[in-house]
T-cell receptor, first 119, second 112 residues
Framework: EAQVTQNPRYLITVTGKKLTVTCSQN?????MSWYRQDPGLGLRQIYY???????DKGDVPEGYKVSRKEKRNFPLILESPSPNQTSLYFC??????????????????FGPGTRLTVL | EDKVVQSPLSLVVHEGDTVTLNCSYE??????LLWYKQEKKAPTFLFML????IEKKSGRLSSILDKKELSSILNITATQTGDSAIYLC????????????FGAGTRLTVKP
């Protein structure tokens, strides 16, 4: 089954304790992205990656790191989590072809979400 | 600064009503506008729009883009309780190499 998976789904942690949220897709997608969703603010992009070893900052990258060593995985790292990073996090992926502009190149498939609470 | 604004933020209707959700945007080098439906979990894709004036339709849902007005509408006719969800609009531009920008969403509640 084609899907995006995230782990863990729920996490409660304390300020300053490093954590990693994993994201994996089995659709051979080039584009992967992380979002956080907060009430009244919608989805805000944290980081995205156009392909292996290529990552770029989104709107709210502060306090986060990512890596893209393999095409299928795009982990989100919080080196020193703080309470303001309490949020619902989504990973997403899409098929991208350079210069492409058709339906399939822009539809993002979302993971199930990770609810993070930082105390 | 690039932005996507959705209105209304929240809407309560009764089954059978027709609703229109709005999305306006200011994005550098617009590429596409996407609508998603989010119930209790991850957003699911509804439509992608790239050209003005061409209506996309799926059952009771339809959407159209107006690039002159920098906006899009999502229509839902004969609403059902299962349409209750947050509807998200996202715009893909070429600002900062292909990022995706979402609006805050419209929360639709359909009462029986």
């Amino acid at each position: 089954e084609a899907q995006v998976t995230q782990n863990p789904r729920y996490l409660i942690t304390v300020t300053g304790k490093k954590l990693t949220v994993t994201c994996s897709q089995n659709m051979n997608h080039e584009y992967m992205s992380w979002y956080r969703q907060d009430p009244g603010l919608g989805l805000r992009q944290i980081y995205y990656s156009m392909n292996v070893e290529v990552t770029d900052k989104g709107d709210v990258p502060e306090g986060y790191k990512v890596s893209r060593k393999e095409k299928r995985n795009f982990p989100l790292i919080l080196e020193s989590p703080s309470p303001n990073q309490t949020s619902l996090y989504f990973c997403a992926s899409s098929l991208e072809v350079a210069g492409g502009f058709s339906f399939r190149h822009n539809e993002q498939f979302f993971g199930p979400g990770t609810r993070l609470t930082v105390l | 600064e690039d932005k996507v604004v959705q209105s209304p933020l929240s809407l309560v209707v009764h089954e059978g009503d027709t609703v229109t959700l709005n999305c306006s945007y200011e994005v550098t080098n617009f590429r596409s506008l996407l609508w998603y439906k989010q119930e209790k979990k991850a957003p699911t894709f509804l439509f992608m729009l790239t050209s003005s004036g061409i209506e996309k339709k799926s059952g009771r849902l339809s959407s159209i883009l107006d690039k002159k007005e920098l906006s899009s509408i999502l229509n839902i006719t004969a609403t059902q309780t299962g349409d209750s969800a947050i509807y998200l609009c996202a715009v893909r531009g070429e600002y900062n190499n292909n990022d995706m920008r979402f609006g805050a969403g419209t929360r639709l509640t359909v009462k029986p």
